[in-house]
């Protein structure tokens, strides 16, 4: 893992600084992919959580308390 990161940080040592830019979008566009997918994973597991009490006998005991 750190082999890579320090080959990302050469390259955009070498990158000319008109293209940095375009270099910070898609490093924007993939961190946003990610927290994205890690929204959508919390939210799938939050749904499954709500479905555990989701039934007849505790809203027939919730209707009465």
Same mark, same amino acid.
């Given at each position: 893992?750190?082999a890579?990161? %320090?080959l990302? +940080?050469?390259? !955009?040592? @070498? !990158?000319?600084e008109?293209q +940095? @830019?375009?270099?910070i979008?898609? !490093? +924007?566009f993939l961190?946003h992919?990610q &927290?994205k ?7 799938s597991?939050s749904?499954?959580?709500i479905d555990?009490? %989701?039934?007849d !006998?505790? &809203?027939e005991v919730w209707? %009465?308390?």
């Amino acid at each position: 893992m750190k082999a890579n990161k %320090n080959l990302l +940080l050469k390259l !955009i040592e @070498e !990158i000319p600084e008109s293209q +940095l @830019e375009e270099v910070i979008d898609f !490093i +924007l566009f993939l961190k946003h992919k990610q &927290d994205k997918k890690l929204l959508s994973d919390l939210v799938s597991a939050s749904e499954s959580s709500i479905d555990f009490w %989701n039934n007849d !006998i505790d &809203d027939e005991v919730w209707n %009465n308390v």
